[in-house]
């Protein structure tokens, strides 16, 4: 890669990463608010309800992903990218301004079609302009603006709490801020450039024959089983950590959000990075270091769900958390550049949205069935037992994903 390349590729990192942050921090603050949302609309009514709410903005985000990703590769990452974050940050205003349950069904179902449209054109393109050495540090990189968006999503519960702000102004001030960054956006952020050997290749061109290359790929097919366990705890800690931790431990909704938000992310971060620059060592020795590194932050998984769901103190809980986020970043951070190695470059993007698919429509059932768990006072450690038991086996299947000999290709 010659520098001018190098600084090109880097800079499509640094755009994105405002763009990743608000992609989640949106989704953190309903999570941070929730006992403010649920008390100034009464019709949520019930745990089982504010479930369902979850899960449908992940079933429509699932759907989509498919879609949003087989758009980006078809015709322009760029376009696709700046629009989705245009239209999801008008629909977090319109958020802030939702009167009853049916209408924040109703924006919630729009933000998931509009947000399905950016990770897998994201991912897809940081991966194309990362050629070799630098993708997995790329990708982490990325991941990071997405557990930094987490973490100040944990300090809306101040917000919400402040009688000059409430959760509503927190809506409207990210929503903004999402609208005014898109312009810019769309006059920086660059397409990666055509590469000379796989560009002038055949294409896959028509979305069925895109999703039976995809289907038949047995080494995909084990990477989107293995994308998807582990995300059903994953979500169930982004979504319901903070009411858990307000419940088991009598503390603040200000309180618990941080204590549930910001110390998983920081390790998290940490762990992007660490997992990242591991990864791409270890790839100058053998094809399969990626898979090796994303399998021990995988292994980290175990024992932290077996403590969270185990925890007696608070401070036990966050210590686990951590051990837990060090994981899920070295993890999150390998997916696309193991993708990478299993698929060609012209379907990264439709492929990471299947996998988005199976393991976002999973990670909604996962939310509605913890909110029904919470209601019958199922105990949290029979829960978290279950989603250790997943991330062991999730371990085993990265293990068995064989990469495809691709010469010179991106």
């Excluded at 640094?14 to 989704?27: I, Q, S």
């Excluded at 185990?310 to 550049?337: K, Q, R």
Aim: aromatic share 12%.
């Amino acid at each position: 890669m010659t520098p001018t390349a190098s600084r090109t590729a880097w800079l499509v990192v640094a755009l994105l990463f405002p763009v990743a942050l608000l992609n989640y921090l949106d989704r953190q603050m309903l999570a941070a608010m929730k006992y403010s949302v649920m008390g100034d609309i009464p019709s949520i009514g019930t745990e089982a309800n504010w479930g369902m709410m979850l899960g449908q903005f992940k079933w429509v985000y699932a759907i989509l992903s498919p879609v949003g990703g087989y758009v980006a590769d078809r015709f322009s990452r760029r376009y696709t990218i700046c629009a989705s974050l245009f239209v999801w940050s008008v629909v977090t205003w319109w958020t802030g301004h939702v009167k009853s349950y049916d209408e924040l069904l109703l924006a919630r179902s729009l933000m998931g079609v509009s947000e399905a449209f950016y990770i897998p054109a994201a991912l897809a393109l940081i991966a194309n302009h990362h050629i070799g050495e630098t993708r997995s540090r790329a990708v982490g990189f990325h991941q990071m603006g997405i557990y930094v968006g987490i973490m100040i999503g944990g300090f809306s519960g101040y917000a919400a709490d402040a009688p000059g702000l409430g959760w509503r102004w927190a809506f409207d001030l990210t929503g903004a801020a999402g609208v005014l960054y898109a312009v810019p956006l769309l006059f920086l952020l660059r397409d990666a450039p055509k590469h000379p050997t796989t560009d002038d290749a055949p294409r896959t061109t028509g979305f069925g024959d895109a999703a039976k290359e995809l289907l038949t790929n047995r080494s995909f097919i084990l990477l989107a089983l293995y994308f998807t366990l582990p995300a059903l705890a994953g979500w169930v800690v982004k979504d319901w950590m903070p009411a858990i931790l307000k419940d088991k431990f009598a503390i603040g909704q200000g309180e618990a959000g941080v204590s549930a938000t910001l110390y998983v992310n920081l390790a998290s971060l940490i762990g992007a990075v660490a997992g990242g620059w591991l990864a791409d060592r270890w790839m100058r020795r053998s094809e399969r270091g990626r898979i090796y590194t994303s399998a021990l932050g995988m292994s980290l998984l175990i024992p932290s769900l077996f403590g969270v769901g185990n925890s007696g103190t608070l401070a036990v809980a966050i210590a686990f958390l951590v051990l837990f986020g060090l994981g899920w970043g070295t993890f999150d951070c390998n997916n696309m550049p193991i993708l990478s190695q299993v698929v060609r470059p012209e379907l990264r993007a439709t492929g990471y949205g299947v996998m988005n698919l199976v393991s976002i429509s999973c990670g909604g059932f996962a939310d509605v069935a913890f909110g029904a768990l919470r209601d019958r006072q199922v105990p949290l450690n029979m829960i978290f037992g279950v989603f250790a038991s997943t991330a062991m086996l999730s371990v085993i299947l990265v293990l068995l994903i064989r990469p495809r000999k691709m010469q010179n290709e991106p």
